[in-house]
């Protein structure tokens, strides 16, 4: 077999697990040397190839790799940059295969949501239109959760518990404050079309210690006589209330009510600002003193309280990326495929790009409550086990002690190229 150099590269959003993705990708090739040669990652994603800025893993330590995976963030750099058709920009795939060519490349993984998982789709198209073999696996890697095929996906479980426990927490802060001072906590939490990062703020309340919690999901059209209906009733039996809001909330109009006219570089609306917006309905309405706070990058980065399940499973992702490139598929993303809640069960399995890319997955109807406020058994039933375990980093002097790679250049060959 002829050996080929591999391409990886993160790409949109980092998570608190990526890097373990990235782990399983380059631990798993350096034991096939036999079949893939160097691995190169792209520098900030997709651009690196682009524009040849390459970075050689092999500099690392197997020490620096193996502690990618208790290191948060996107370690070789991500970006927000979504292809073109190969109509529309045949510019770039042009230089994608010369790149390619120049590096002796035969394998692309791409560590990415859905987007991603369209670039990937189209890279892996490369073979033939263009003529140039190669085989692109989508590593899948989304907070959001909403990938298609897959049961979920790495980065959400993290991101599910820090919101669940942040929620705990800071509803046992207001309820010890309601008597005479705070009666409402606001928490923004990130979800633009799906409301699963919603959702888990749910978990907060069990049997055993209920919370008046009120949650507000994208997939619901927000209606704020009824909200505000909600926020009363709580407040009056319990005494305080949480509110856990998604940042794609929508009125009636189908406007986002943290909608400010911005749009990010994949052309969606700049969403976050929803908390205050909800906030100050609660103080026209109600008359209520609240406090609201936005997780926004903190609840994507925070590996010190990492679910164990969601490491284990981004780990797996990116292992099983290589062992199906080496295997001669292409155009496939491995999957997590549930087999049994109780106890907790799953396997890796694989599905076809062109079922993921530029699909989502919503909230099933039957995961939130009657009223549209909460969660329903069959959800909690669904989130639990992916908040399950714990994965704590090595601590030094008090802070977890990650790692930063040496992320060595590859020297170029070929002429600068303008993005």
Not at 230 to 241: A, L, N, P, S, T
């Amino acid at each position: 077999m002829v050996i080929k150099n591999a391409f990886y590269a993160q790409s949109g959003g980092v998570t608190a697990v990526i890097n373990a993705s990235a782990a399983g990708v380059l631990e798993t090739a350096r034991m096939h040397a036999d079949k893939i040669g160097k691995v190169y990652a792209g520098r900030n994603g997709i651009i690196g190839a682009l524009t040849e800025d390459l970075i050689d893993t092999s500099a690392e330590s197997a020490d620096a790799i193996r502690a990618l995976r208790h290191t948060p963030s996107g370690a070789f750099g991500s970006c927000r940059y979504k292809l073109k058709s190969l109509e529309d920009n045949k510019r770039e795939y042009e230089r994608l295969i010369e790149v390619f060519k120049a590096h002796d490349i035969g394998y692309f993984f791409y560590n990415g949501g859905g987007d991603s998982a369209d670039t990937c789709l189209k890279v892996s198209q490369l073979s033939d239109t263009l003529g140039y073999p190669l085989q692109a696996i989508h590593v899948p890697k989304t907070v959001d959760n909403d990938l298609p095929v897959t049961d979920c996906c790495p980065g959400f479980g993290s991101v599910a518990k820090y919101i669940a426990v942040s929620t705990l927490e800071a509803s046992f802060d207001v309820a010890s404050m309601s008597k005479t001072s705070t009666k409402v906590f606001v928490l923004e939490v990130m979800g633009r079309h799906a409301g699963w990062i919603a959702a888990a703020g749910g978990l907060a309340s069990s049997e055993d210690r209920p919370i008046p919690i009120v949650i507000l999901f994208p997939e619901i059209t927000f209606d704020k006589q009824k909200f505000l209906a909600k926020v009363d009733q709580y407040v009056k039996e319990h005494g305080y209330c949480s509110v856990v809001v998604s940042e794609g909330v929508k009125d009636a109009d189908g406007k986002f009510l943290a909608d400010q006219g911005l749009r990010d570089a994949f052309g969606h609306a700049q969403l976050g600002g929803v908390a205050p917006v909800v906030a100050n309905i609660i103080k026209d309405g109600l008359g209520l003193k609240y406090h609201w706070a936005v997780a926004d990058y903190l609840q994507r980065a925070a590996r010190h309280i990492a679910s164990k399940t969601d490491v284990e499973q981004a780990y797996a992702m990116g292992k099983a990326a290589v062992e199906y490139a080496i295997a001669g598929h292409n155009s496939v993303m491995p999957t997590i495929e549930r087999t049994s809640n109780t106890p907790y069960a799953w396997k890796t399995g694989m599905a076809k790009l062109a079922d993921v890319a530029n699909v989502e997955k919503m909230m099933p109807a039957d995961f939130i409550s009657a009223d549209g406020f909460g969660i329903t058994s069959k959800c909690r039933e669904y989130l639990s086990p992916l908040i399950e375990g714990e994965d704590y980093p090595p601590y030094k002097n008090g802070l977890p002690d990650y790692v930063r790679l040496k992320n060595v250049a590859v020297s170029k060959k070929l002429r600068d190229f303008n993005i």
